[in-house]
């Protein structure tokens, strides 16, 4: 039985499957997911999980080298916007709400939260890691 890193086998598959430029969604309870995309659905009551806590124990197994987030998160939700910022501590693009649904119906999965802070919706960029050897620059 595994007992160390993320337990839920569904998460670890989609961190394992992912590879440079993959994208990852971490999604709110209300953010309307697009048929055909694999969905991994942790709500479980208002607010628990909510996506700062999912993101946390995400990005300590997932190399993340950009995040995305509407507009919208650091119009209606700052502290929110700057809460994930903090902790995510990479590159974050602001693109129109609207536009961030869009793109959602090309990533790689996204992982429903319970979480009920307005736009709380945050699209993560897989980066390559510290571990590639360059030979020659």
Request: glycine letters at 6%; charged letters at 20%.
């Amino acid at each position: 039985m595994l007992s160390v890193g993320i337990l839920n086998s569904l998460i670890a598959s989609l961190v394992a499957r992912s590879g440079h430029m993959d994208e990852i969604i971490v999604c709110d309870a209300g953010f309307p997911i697009p048929l055909g995309v694999e969905t991994i659905d942790l709500a479980l009551s208002a607010n628990h999980p909510n996506v700062l806590d999912v993101l946390a124990e995400l990005i300590k197994y997932l190399a993340v080298e950009k995040a995305v987030m509407a507009n919208e998160t650091k119009a209606h939700s700052p502290s929110q916007f700057q809460k994930i910022s903090t902790l995510l501590n990479v590159p974050v693009e602001t693109i129109p709400h609207t536009e961030f649904k869009q793109r959602s119906h090309t990533v790689k999965g996204i992982i429903r939260t319970g979480d009920f802070t307005a736009y709380s919706n945050v699209l993560l960029v897989s980066g390559p890691g510290d571990r590639w050897f360059v030979e020659k620059e």
